[in-house]
Each structure stands twice: as structure tokens, then as C-alpha cells.
């Protein structure tokens, strides 16, 4: 390869490095704006939702992605865990949880790049939101394209290989969507949890809320979570 050439490729690829931080800035930015107007409009809610009345609605998508030997998990595999998340989003905070489409689940057959199949939490996701795993998952984002096309802002959940240290994660409200690996997928509760996470909802010391920091949960919930949860903007009256 010549000079001329291997600058080219160099070029083109800091280029395409850039043009995906670019986006990733942009959708941050969308989310931040939607994140503040959802509080506005959820004022109500933010002081009264501990009444968890009139019944909300949540759509869900869950997404479960392929390596090279094909679907992760089936999507029967999920069936535990959404119920446990319809019961308790319904119990605790009236909150109905519907699917985005016809279903809850869709399977990507088409093999994720590694950089999505092992991902990590906090500071890592943040930082690979900016990167290959970040457009990926923008890219197969309910409800999006490039920018919000529903206003019912549904969750994602995208379910990986493995999170490193994790069982799920999300990066909060700023985000739409959350990932849970194979362990995850197992714990009947941790969709449940994380989904709490991308509700504005933090952990909580106390073993028996949904909150708690590992799978020995329980699923109650306090007056200010009904609260956070409820104003949230993925949790709708329509």
C-alpha cells in the first residue's frame, strides 16, 4: 500500500471516529432536552405520583442479539422476567407495561459486532456510548431514528453477552435504553430493576425494594420512587 493510500485510510477513519462522537453528542443533547421537558410535564406526577393514580403506560422493546452462533437466548428466555416487571411496574406504580410493537421481543439474527456483545457499566458504558457499541445500539433503538419518532419513548433492552461486572445496566434517564446479559436474563427481576434505573429511580439500601443492589431484592417501592418513576418521560398516560 502506498503513501498516499495508508493516509487515506488513516484519514477516513479518524473521520468516521469523529462523525460517531458527533452523533453521540447529538443524541445526548436530544435526550438531555427531552429528559428536562419530561419533567416539566411530569410535575404532577413528581409531587403526587405516590397516589400512583390514574393508571400510565410504559412500551418495552427488548432486543436480543446474535454472535456467531446465532441468537443469544430464545425469546421464551424472557418471559420470567417481563412478567415479573409487568407485575411489579403494575402493583407498585400503576404503571402498565405494554410492548413498542406487536411483541415484547425482537431477535437481531444478523451477528453484533463484539464491541455490543461485551459491553461494560458506569463510566465504561458511558464512554463506549461515544463508540462502536453505542452507534450499534442507536441504531436498533425503539422508537428512534436519528431522532425520536415516538412519543411514547419506549425502553430498549438489549440483551448481550456479557457486562462486565454486571448482571444489567443503564445509564439512567439521560438513556433509552438498557442492557442485560445472559445472567441477567436469568434473575427474574433485574429487567424490572434496570428499567427503575432508566425511570430517574437510584439503588436503595433496603433489601426488600426494587432498588436493592442485587438479585435478592424484592420489588417494593417507596413513596418518592413512585414518584421519580412516574414523572418519568417513557412512562405515559397514552
Not at 49 to 64: D, T
Request: some cysteine; charged content about 20%.
Amino acid at each position: 500500500m502506498g503513501f498516499w493510500s495508508s493516509l487515506k485510510n488513516k484519514i477516513k477513519k479518524v473521520a468516521k471516529k469523529v462523525w460517531r462522537v458527533v452523533k453521540a453528542v447529538v443524541r445526548v443533547v436530544v435526550r438531555v432536552v427531552l429528559t428536562v421537558v419530561g419533567a416539566v410535564l411530569g410535575i404532577a406526577d413528581l409531587l403526587l405520583g405516590f397516589i400512583a393514580w390514574p393508571p400510565k403506560k410504559l412500551r418495552l422493546h427488548i432486543v436480543i442479539l446474535s454472535d456467531q452462533n446465532g441468537p443469544l437466548v430464545n425469546p421464551s428466555d424472557l418471559t420470567p422476567a417481563i412478567d415479573y416487571a409487568r407485575k411489579t411496574l403494575k402493583d407498585r406504580f400503576n404503571v402498565k407495561l405494554k410492548p413498542y410493537s406487536e411483541s415484547f421481543v425482537q431477535v437481531i439474527t444478523e451477528q453484533a459486532p463484539s464491541e455490543a456483545l461485551t459491553v461494560h457499566c458506569d463510566s465504561g458504558a458511558l464512554k463506549e456510548e461515544f463508540g462502536e457499541a453505542g452507534e450499534y445500539f442507536a441504531k436498533h433503538l425503539a422508537g428512534w431514528n436519528a431522532i425520536p419518532i415516538s412519543l411514547t419513548f419506549p425502553i430498549t433492552a438489549f440483551i448481550v453477552d456479557d457486562i462486565i461486572g454486571k448482571q444489567g445496566c443503564s445509564l439512567g434517564p439521560l438513556s433509552d435504553y438498557l442492557t442485560l446479559d445472559l445472567a441477567g436474563v436469568k434473575s427474574d427481576s433485574t429487567l424490572a430493576h434496570e428499567i427503575g434505573h432508566s425511570c430517574s429511580l437510584w439503588h436503595s439500601k433496603t433489601q426488600s425494594n426494587l432498588m436493592w443492589h442485587d438479585t435478592k431484592r424484592g420489588n417494593g417501592a417507596k413513596w418518592f420512587q413512585k414518584n421519580l418513576l412516574r414523572s418519568s418521560r417513557h412512562v405515559m398516560y397514552w
